[in-house]
């Protein structure tokens, strides 16, 4: 089974430790050479999921981190993280699946807080002493990305197809100032969890493998050369196709002009997750 690493690409971006970020920055990687294998596994193996008649409910178990008691230190409180369950919930309705807050640990530790990146000792700490649940519950760690290598980032995320070589891995560290209400504007209305999650359940980014045929897998998404930032309405990187899809949850973009994923998406995350998380 392929293992994808959420390496961190920072794109240029240079950050002032402790601000957030200018620009979108996921640390969620896959090269595309990967992304052939990938597929590969994915399309031997695939499950075909169920009708969906009702949402299929996934548990959401919040870990936040923080420096201190502090709000500013990372100690989210509950409300921002129940208007981040909403803000979910309507990213996701028509998926197929709902989303339900089904516990919250809080762990003062400034090095996983500062310092917790893709491959970092501290979040293979962090996910180790924290992680609950099995395949299908969906472990969020909130951190600052304060310094080192996740300086700069909003989040990263495993893939569906990680799960099975290393299920203590599994989940999505996400900046704890993007949850709805959060100081991380244009970046503060909970969509750096759409996004991540859509990761978790088995998207990959829209600009995957730029204008080439494949691109992300999915057929109604437009190809698109590479991330879009901000809103840039008519932006058009590859000929043929449409305009890039700047308004996609696996796109760039500013926060506020995140609205959807297409139907194909709806389809390839519904079977990434029958086929390694067991959920049709």
């Not at 596994?41 to 409910?57: R, Y």
């Not at 548990?59 to 709000?71: E, G, M």
């Not at 995320?157 to 244009?186: I, R």
């Amino acid at each position: 089974m392929l293992t994808s690493i959420a390496l961190s690409v920072l794109l240029g971006v240079s950050a002032v430790f402790g601000s957030p970020p200018t620009r979108r920055t996921c640390g969620t990687f896959i090269s595309d050479e990967d992304v052939i294998k990938s597929e590969k596994h994915f399309q031997e193996n695939k499950v075909t999921p169920g009708d969906f008649t009702t949402d299929a409910v996934l548990n959401v178990h919040f870990h936040v981190i923080s420096k201190d008691s502090t709000l500013s230190g990372g100690n989210v409180p509950d409300s921002q993280l129940a208007a981040q369950i909403s803000t979910m919930n309507k990213a996701y309705a028509g998926s197929g699946f709902s989303w339900v807050l089904a516990s919250t640990s809080r762990t003062v530790n400034s090095d996983w807080f500062n310092n917790a990146a893709p491959s970092t000792s501290q979040q293979t700490a962090m996910k180790r002493a924290l992680r609950t649940g099995g395949a299908a519950d969906l472990n969020v760690y909130t951190v600052g990305f304060v310094s080192g290598s996740g300086a700069g980032l909003l989040g990263y995320s495993t893939f569906p197809s990680d799960y099975s070589g290393n299920p203590t891995d599994d989940g999505v560290v996400m900046l704890y100032s993007s949850v709805p209400g959060g100081t991380a504007a244009p970046y503060n209305l909970g969509q750096t969890l759409t996004h991540e999650a859509g990761h978790w359940v088995g998207l990959f980014h829209t600009f995957q493998g730029g204008c080439s045929a494949s691109g992300d897998s999915v057929s109604d998404t437009p190809p698109e050369s590479s991330p879009a930032f901000g809103c840039p309405t008519g932006r058009d990187t590859c000929s043929g196709g449409g305009v890039d899809p700047i308004h996609n949850f696996m796109d760039y973009s500013d926060d506020a002009c995140m609205s959807e994923f297409t139907a194909g998406q709806v389809t390839r995350l519904r079977s990434q997750m029958a086929t390694y998380r067991g959920v049709s």
